[in-house]
């Protein structure tokens, strides 16, 4: 077993995440919003990055990643995909609360 420090309250860093990127950003504006979301393209194509590299997938590099890198990326997708939620709207918490609600009444309450 690893040791693993507690995990930061999730959406209060969102929120402080949000703030210091909003004061840090380059492109504001739609433009701004737009790059925030296609960043998580960015991020998932890592994640893909990281698997290829796991299990040695590219004969001409081998073995480049570990699962652990796998992953911290798979972490940065969800913390990118809940800031573009964040910019979208400042009610991020709530509307990703109640779609997560609906996937689970979906998923977990219905047959099969």
């Given at each position: 077993m690893s040791d693993h420090t507690p995990a930061p309250e999730l959406w209060s860093t969102i929120d402080?995440?949000?703030?210091?990127?909003d004061t840090n950003r380059p492109?504001?504006?739609r433009e701004g919003l737009l790059l925030r979301i296609l960043k998580?393209?960015?991020?998932?194509?890592?994640?893909?990055?990281?698997?290829?590299?796991?299990?040695?997938q590219n004969p001409r590099?081998?073995?480049t990643h570990t699962w652990g890198d796998v992953e911290a990326e798979l972490c940065d997708?969800?913390?990118?995909?809940?800031?573009?939620l964040r910019t979208l709207t400042p009610e991020a918490r709530e509307v990703f609360g109640g779609h997560?609600?609906?996937?689970r009444e979906r998923s977990l309450t219905s047959p099969g």
């Amino acid at each position: 077993m690893s040791d693993h420090t507690p995990a930061p309250e999730l959406w209060s860093t969102i929120d402080a995440l949000s703030e210091w990127l909003d004061t840090n950003r380059p492109v504001e504006g739609r433009e701004g919003l737009l790059l925030r979301i296609l960043k998580l393209s960015e991020e998932v194509g890592e994640v893909s990055e990281a698997v290829i590299g796991a299990t040695g997938q590219n004969p001409r590099k081998g073995v480049t990643h570990t699962w652990g890198d796998v992953e911290a990326e798979l972490c940065d997708v969800v913390i990118t995909a809940l800031m573009a939620l964040r910019t979208l709207t400042p009610e991020a918490r709530e509307v990703f609360g109640g779609h997560l609600e609906r996937v689970r009444e979906r998923s977990l309450t219905s047959p099969g």
